[in-house]
C-alpha cells in the first residue's frame, strides 16, 4: 500500500512538473501585474476560515457532549492537521485522537467525531464545489438545481449513515453504542456551516487567483467554487499525503477554461504555498493566545 501512495503522488507531481516545462515560456513572457492588496486579503481571509474550519470540530464534538475550551480544541485541530503531509494519511487523524485524548475526550468520541467531520467536510465541498464541474462541462448552473444537489448531498449525513461506526466488530462497535448521535436538526446546522465555510473559501480564492491575474466578472462563481472541488478530490484520492499533486492537477484542470494556460498553472501550484503560509501563520497566532490565556489570572 505504501508503494501504491508513492507511485500515486509521484505521477500526480509528474503531471504538474511535465506542465510546467510545457509552460515554461509562456510563464516567462507573460507580463506579471500582483496585486498586493488582494494577496493580503486572501491570506488573512484563509487564516480566519482555517480557524472556523477548526471551530467546526469544536461544534461537532459539543454536539457529542464535549464542551471544551474553543481555543484548545482548535489548537488540536490545527497541530494534528499538519501531520497530514506525512505519507500514509492516517497520521493527521491519528495525532487528533491522541491529542484529543489528553484533553479528556474518548477514543470512541475522537473517533466518531472525524469520521462525522470528514463526512461534512466531503458533502460540503462536493456541493460547492459542483457548481465548477457543472460549467467545466458546459451546464447551466441553474439555482434550483443547486439547491437539489446541496439537500441530496446533505441527506448523506442523516444519523443512520453516521451510525454505521456502531456496526463495528467487538469493542470498538460496543463503545460508539454509547455515544449519543448528534439530532438530524443539529447536523443540518453543522452542514449549512460547512457550507458557508466552503462558499467564503471560494471568495477568499478569488481574491488569491485575482492577485495574479484579473478574473471576468462572469467567472467569478466557478473559479471561486473549483477550490472546494479541488480539495473534495484530495479528499476522495487518500493515496496522496495531504492532496500533494492531486488538489493542484485538479485546480489547474478547472482554471483552465477561465484563465490563460501559464497563469492557471502558477495559480494552482502557488495556492499550495499559499494555503501552507495560512496554516503556520493560523497555528502561531492560535499558540501564542494559549499562551496569554494561560498567563491570565
Not at 507580463?31 to 484563509?46: Q, V
Not at 462572469?218 to 500533494?244: D, M, Q, R, T, Y
Not at 483552465?256 to 503560509?277: D, G, K, N
Amino acid at each position: 500500500m505504501r508503494s501504491v501512495r508513492i507511485v500515486f503522488a509521484a505521477l500526480a507531481l509528474a503531471f504538474l512538473i511535465a506542465a510546467v516545462l510545457g509552460e515554461w515560456e509562456k510563464i516567462q513572457a507573460t507580463d506579471w501585474t500582483f496585486r498586493a492588496n488582494l494577496l493580503w486579503l486572501s491570506l488573512i481571509g484563509a487564516v480566519t476560515l482555517f480557524i472556523l474550519d477548526a471551530y467546526g470540530w469544536h461544534l461537532i464534538l459539543k454536539a457529542l457532549g464535549h464542551d471544551l475550551p474553543a481555543h484548545r480544541t482548535i489548537q488540536v485541530w490545527l497541530v494534528s492537521s499538519l501531520a497530514r503531509y506525512i505519507p500514509g494519511g492516517v497520521w493527521s487523524y491519528a495525532s487528533r485522537v491522541t491529542l484529543a485524548k489528553a484533553e479528556g475526550v474518548n477514543m470512541a468520541t475522537a473517533s466518531l467525531s472525524l469520521y462525522l467531520e470528514t463526512l461534512l467536510l466531503m458533502a460540503s465541498s462536493l456541493a460547492v464545489g459542483s457548481i465548477a464541474l457543472l460549467w467545466n462541462a458546459g451546464l447551466s448552473v441553474d439555482p434550483l438545481l443547486a439547491i437539489g444537489i446541496f439537500i441530496f448531498l446533505g441527506l448523506t449525513l442523516h444519523p443512520r449513515t453516521v451510525g454505521l461506526l456502531r456496526k463495528l466488530p467487538g469493542r470498538a462497535g460496543k463503545a460508539m453504542l454509547e455515544i449519543k448521535l448528534p439530532t438530524m436538526r443539529y447536523t443540518i446546522g453543522l452542514y449549512v456551516y460547512y457550507l458557508l465555510f466552503w462558499i467564503l473559501f471560494g471568495a477568499v480564492f478569488l481574491c488569491f487567483a485575482s492577485a495574479t491575474h484579473p478574473v471576468a466578472y462572469e467567472h467569478w462563481l466557478p473559479v471561486g467554487a473549483s477550490i472546494a472541488l479541488a480539495f473534495f478530490v484530495g479528499f476522495v484520492v487518500i493515496f496522496a499525503p495531504g492532496g500533494i499533486g492531486v488538489r493542484e492537477s485538479t485546480l489547474y484542470l478547472l482554471l483552465l477554461p477561465f484563465l490563460p494556460e501559464a497563469t492557471s498553472l502558477v495559480i494552482s501550484i502557488a495556492s499550495r504555498l499559499w494555503i501552507m503560509a495560512a496554516e503556520v501563520i493560523t497555528l502561531s497566532v492560535v499558540l501564542l493566545y494559549g499562551r496569554l490565556v494561560k498567563r491570565t489570572p
